[in-house]
């Protein structure tokens, strides 16, 4: 094997992503694992994030500030959101951090450094289908108690979805990762910027109630379709026309290609600035 610099802006070498599959599986199991490391309940806290987060939500959106929910069950109405925003924003805050958080590992030996956040977004992928579960057993319970929610063949767009929601993370992660190798500040306000993301996005709020500009920036938001169709799908309502997605799937391939770029561009001297 002979490993050369990159010359080119274009040369990004994505079939070593394939060639090291294995590490890739190791970060995951590293990430899935160590999270809850040393935890008295462990994974629980995957079951029990989503659940106490949407109560919150349900007693303060819900029954203080009563905002509509388009005639859907509070808690199933925020339960939906969390369960599409967590994920986004797992990816998005974890792969943010590549650089920094591996630096000890990345300047020892090579591999492809890509493999770090695309292990970051797949291990995600099974905190997701555990949060996806909760839901679904709150929403069949829903259903057997006779409250009108009506499923319907818009879940098969779930791996679209899906698919969407890791490339917005993955990508828009490793600019930021990218850029934190020389502006520390950025890491600072990450956690800051994703909490403001989520009021854009129609997770404690329908679209259906905005009025004017205010709908049209908020549509303008990649992720807004993506919550939308989840609920239509799984709860029967949505307030904005499934066609966005296809917005939302071109938003996602630019800033994911954008990301890979700069991200591979800046994996030649991180180590000089991290």
Known sequence: MIIRPRRAWWDLRLGELWQYRDLV????????????????????WYLIQPILTTVVFTVIFGNIAQLSTDGLPPFLFYLAGNTVWNYFAACLTSTSTTFTSNAAILGKVYFPRLTIPVSIVLSNIISFGIR????LGFLIYFIVIGVEIRPNWWI???PLLLLIMAGLG?????????????????????????????????????????QGNWQWLVIANPMTAVV?????????VS???????FYSL????????IGVLIFNRVEAT???TV
Do not use: C, N
């Open 170 to 210: 993955l990508g828009t992660g490793i600019i930021v990762s990218s850029l934190t190798t020389k502006y520390r500040d950025l890491q600072q306000l990450i956690g800051f910027g994703v909490q403001l993301l989520m009021y854009a996005t129609p997770v404690i709020y329908p679209i259906s109630s905005l």
């Open 270 to 272: 991180f180590m000089d």
């Open 228 to 236: 939308e169709v989840f609920r239509l799908a799984f709860l029967g």
């Open 239 to 245: 307030g904005l026309s499934p066609l966005y997605l």
């Open 250 to 257: 071109g938003f996602m391939a630019i800033i994911l290609l």
């Open 156 to 158: 098969a767009s779930l």
């Open 25 to 44: 599986m190791l970060f995951v199991w590293r990430d899935f694992v160590a999270y809850y490391k040393q935890t008295i309940l462990g994974p629980l």
């Open 132 to 135: 996806l579960g909760v839901f």
